[in-house]
């Protein structure tokens, strides 16, 4: 997941490697930077950082071994989030609910990730450039 927060936001930020490599840059700012970029749905960023969540659940405290043991509001968030991306696979063991959820987030970030490098050209591409200095010059 943290890996596919990354590729989104190298898509669009060319000096992105100089944030990736400090440690002190956490996958939760990253999902905050991605999110305050409004790119993609804050849903999906929503959806990410509940893993990111979940995740630290099972580092941080160690009597947390399984899904099943996550706080109540936990799970019903992962379903919450389930719902939203198809309101049938909502129901299910709790392993099975946390799949979908990676998997559905997954293959969002993905897809926007393509979108975003689409944008990110254009953007960035002399004709968009030109067009740019045009009306700036004729604002001025």
Do not use: W
């Not at 049938?88 to 959820?101: I, M, P, S």
């Amino acid at each position: 997941m943290e890996n596919a927060v990354d590729r989104l936001l190298s898509a669009i930020m060319p000096g992105y490697k100089i944030l990736q490599e400090n440690r002190d840059f956490t996958f939760s700012a990253r999902i905050a930077v991605a999110k305050a970029m409004q790119l993609i749905p804050t849903r999906i960023l929503n959806c990410a950082d509940l893993i990111r969540s979940i995740r630290n659940e099972f580092v941080h405290d160690l009597s947390t071994n399984e899904l099943d043991k996550l706080a109540p509001s936990t799970l019903q968030s992962m379903r919450d989030q389930v719902k939203q991306f198809n309101p049938y696979d909502a129901k299910g063991e709790t392993r099975e609910l946390f799949e979908k959820l990676v998997s559905f987030t997954a293959v969002a970030l993905c897809a926007y990730k393509i979108q975003v490098s689409r944008l990110n050209d254009f953007i960035r591409s002399p004709k968009f450039m030109n067009y740019l200095k045009e009306h700036v010059e004729e604002a001025a």
